[in-house]
C-alpha cells in the first residue's frame, strides 16, 4: 500500500507537470493545473488512503500546538552557561573544532544552492541578495541555538524546485528558459504556511508518510534536468551515434568524457558513504578536498578544453571561436 501510494503521488504530479505543455484545455487552464500538480496528486491519494479503511498506512506525526519537545528537560530559553550544571571553560574553546565544520556545511551547501539556483541559463536580471541572506542564515543559526532550534540551512532540493516553479518557458519542439519570475512574495509565502502548518494538525495528520515521499521523489527527479552530470550518466548507456549535439559531446572523445563522469560517480558515491557512517562529522572536510582534486589533479588528467566543457559554469559553454568557424573568415578585410 505504502509503495502504491507514493508512486501514485510522484506519477500524478510529474503527469499533470507534463501535461502543462500539452495541447489539451486552453493554456490558462493548463498552467494553472500544471502549477498546482503538487497540491492536486497529495489531495487525490490522500482521498484514496482515506476511504480505504482495511489497510493501515503509517500517518504524518504532527504535534499538537506550539510547545518544546522535551518540557520536563527544558523550558525554551537553553542557558549557553550550561542547562543543569556549569558549562567547562575548557569545552567552550573546544566546541571551536564542531562549530568550525558546521560552518564549512552550512557555507558549502547554501553556495552550492545558490549556484544551481542563479545559473546564468535563468537569465536572473535583479540583483542578488544571496551575500546577506548567508549573514541572515549564519546569524539566525547563533539565535536559533539559544532556544535549541534547528540551524538554518538551504534546502536546495525545495530551493531548485522553487525556482523550476517560477521559470517561464519558451514554446517550440525544444523549449528554452525565457525568463524567471524573480520575487519575494512566493517565499514569504511558504514561510508564513509553514509557521501556520502548527494550526494544521487535524489536516497534516491524514496525510501519509509514503504520500511525502512520493513528493520527495517528484521534487528529486525534477530537479536533476538540466544537471550535465546527470545526462553525462544515461550517455553511458547510449550508443554514440544517438548522442545529443553538446560541447562536450563534440570537443571530447567519448571515452575521455565517460572517464571524467566515472571520476564524478566514485567522488559522489565516497560522499554517501561518509555521510551514512558514524565518520559523518568529517564530511565537511572531505566535500573541502574536492577543490584540490578539481584543480590540481582532474587538471593533470584533462585538458583546459576539456574541463571547460565537462566542467564549465554555464549551461552553455562559450568559446573564442564557434566550431566549424574561423574568427579570422568574419574579420572585414581593408579595401
Given amino acids: ?28 487552464i493548463r498552467r494553472i493545473i500544471g502549477d498546482f500538480g503538487v497540491p492536486i496528486s497529495i489531495l487525490i491519494m490522500v482521498l484514496i488512503d482515506f ?20 518540557e520536563d528537560q527544558r523550558g525554551w530559553f537553553i542557558n549557553p552557561m550550561g542547562l543543569k550544571e556549569e558549562f567547562p571553560i575548557w569545552m567552550m574553546f573546544a566546541s571551536v573544532v564542531p562549530a568550525l565544520l558546521v560552518f564549512i556545511l552550512i557555507f558549502l551547501e547554501s553556495q552550492i544552492t545558490t549556484l544551481i539556483v542563479s545559473k546564468p541559463e535563468r537569465k536572473m536580471v535583479k540583483g542578488s541578495g544571496f551575500h546577506l541572506d548567508l ?11 539559544l532556544f535549541g532550534l534547528p540551524w538554518l540551512s538551504a534546502a ?59 513528493i520527495f521523489l517528484y521534487m528529486g527527479i525534477t530537479s536533476l534536468n538540466g544537471i550535465q552530470l546527470f545526462d553525462r550518466m544515461l550517455l553511458l548507456l547510449v550508443p554514440p551515434k544517438y548522442h545529443p549535439d553538446e560541447a562536450y559531446i563534440h570537443r571530447v572523445k567519448t ?7 566515472l571520476i564524478q560517480i566514485v567522488c559522489l558515491v565516497l560522499l554517501w558513504v561518509i555521510k551514512s557512517s558514524p565518520a559523518s562529522l568529517a564530511l565537511p572536510f572531505i566535500l573541502i578536498l574536492t577543490i584540490p582534486l578539481r584543480r590540481f589533479l ?23 571561436e564557434t566550431l566549424g568557424e574561423d574568427v579570422y573568415d568574419e574579420t572585414q578585410m581593408p579595401v
Fill in 1 to 28: 500500500v505504502h509503495t502504491v501510494l507514493m508512486l501514485g503521488t510522484f506519477f500524478i504530479a510529474f503527469f499533470l507537470r507534463k501535461f502543462k505543455n500539452s495541447m489539451f484545455l486552453p493554456g490558462k
Fill in 51 to 70: 476511504f480505504i479503511t482495511d489497510t493501515y498506512t503509517q500517518k504524518l506525526s504532527v504535534p499538537s500546538g506550539l510547545s518544546v519537545s522535551l
Fill in 135 to 145: 549573514l541572515l542564515v549564519v546569524g539566525m543559526g547563533g539565535v536559533s541555538a
Fill in 156 to 214: 536546495t532540493v525545495r530551493s531548485v524546485t522553487h525556482a523550476n516553479a517560477l521559470t517561464v518557458m519558451s514554446k517550440g519542439a525544444k523549449p528554452e528558459i525565457e525568463k524567471v519570475l524573480e520575487q519575494r512574495i512566493s517565499g514569504m509565502l511558504v514561510a508564513i504556511l509553514v509557521g501556520l502548518s502548527i494550526l494544521m494538525e487535524p489536516i497534516l495528520k491524514l496525510i501519509p508518510l509514503a504520500v511525502l515521499f512520493g
Fill in 255 to 261: 571515452w575521455r568524457m565517460h572517464m571524467f563522469t
Fill in 298 to 320: 582532474l587538471t593533470r588528467l584533462f585538458s583546459e578544453l576539456e574541463i571547460k566543457c565537462l566542467d564549465a559554469d554555464d549551461a552553455k559553454v562559450q568559446f573564442d
